[in-house]
T-cell receptor
Framework: NAGVTQTPKFRVLKTGQSMTLLCAQDMNHEYMYWYRQDPGMGLRLIHYSVGEGTTAKGEVPDGYNVSRLKKQNFLLGLESAAPSQTSVYFC?????????????????FGPGTRLTVL | GQQVMQIPQYQHVQEGEDFTTYCNSSTTLSNIQWYKQRPGGHPVFLIQLVKSGEVKKQKRLTFQFGEAKKNSSLHITATQTTDVGTYFCAGAPYSGAGSYQLTFGKGTKLSVIP
């Protein structure tokens, strides 16, 4: 099992450019999440998904869009990148309300994408 | 919204000394989780606490969940250089599907001096 993978690992954008970050998981998890991590700020939730075809806003959703067309993939889009979006982005996944895994709420994180917006 | 405060922000200890980080939530939690992030790495799950007053141990690590389910602590006995990293607590609100949505503290960065 590869667990949670993220593409790309590094990216440099100019202000106004767009890009999509890809997250994939092979653990058949229902829930997926996108976080950003900035120095001294911990992890902040951008968007999350509780199942294929559904998404919801987290704590800091502005400037980002997401899609969950397939259960194993969760995409994070930046339509018009800004320097304030320079950050490390982590994707995570977890079990949902599946009977056999009831109570297991831990999140499995990908290796992260380091994004710089100039 | 829910806030999770974590102290201290930084801790420098001599190898062999003990270390404790504390986490406080503004609201009652359904569960609290702890994660460790090594320098340059990603957060890795350590443990989940669900019950009021729960105490769990993993070798030299002891985790506690407060009676009111609003605070938690992580204590490391006799730190080693392998303990270096940032420790995050993450709390989930008390509401069904929302109990999967975590609010992370800002973390405690632990440095261990050999």
């Amino acid at each position: 099992n590869a667990g949670v993978t993220q593409t790309p690992k590094f990216r440099v954008l100019k202000t106004g450019q767009s890009m999509t970050l890809l997250c994939a998981q092979d653990m058949n998890h229902e829930y997926m999440y996108w976080y950003r991590q900035d120095p001294g700020m911990g992890l902040r939730l951008i968007h999350y998904s509780v199942g294929e075809g559904t998404t919801a806003k987290g704590e800091v959703p502005d400037g980002y869009n997401v899609s969950r067309l397939k259960k194993q993939n969760f995409l994070l889009g930046l339509e018009s990148a800004a320097p304030s979006q320079t950050s490390v982005y982590f994707c995570a996944s977890s079990y949902g309300f599946q009977i056999e895994t009831s109570g297991r709420r831990e999140q499995f994180f990908g290796p992260g994408t380091r994004l710089t917006v100039l | 919204g829910q806030q999770v405060m974590q102290i201290p922000q930084y801790q420098h200890v001599q190898e062999g000394e003990d270390f404790t980080t504390y986490c406080n939530s503004s609201t009652t939690l359904s569960n609290i989780q702890w994660y460790k992030q090594r320098p340059g790495g990603h957060p890795v799950f350590l443990i989940q606490l669900v019950k009021s007053g729960e105490v769990k141990k993993q070798k030299r690590l002891t985790f506690q969940f407060g009676e009111a389910k609003k605070n938690s602590s992580l204590h490391i006995t006799a730190t080693q250089t392998t303990d270096v990293g940032t420790y995050f607590c993450a709390g989930a609100p008390y509401s069904g599907a929302g109990s999967y949505q975590l609010t992370f503290g800002k973390g405690t960065k632990l440095s261990v001096i050999p």
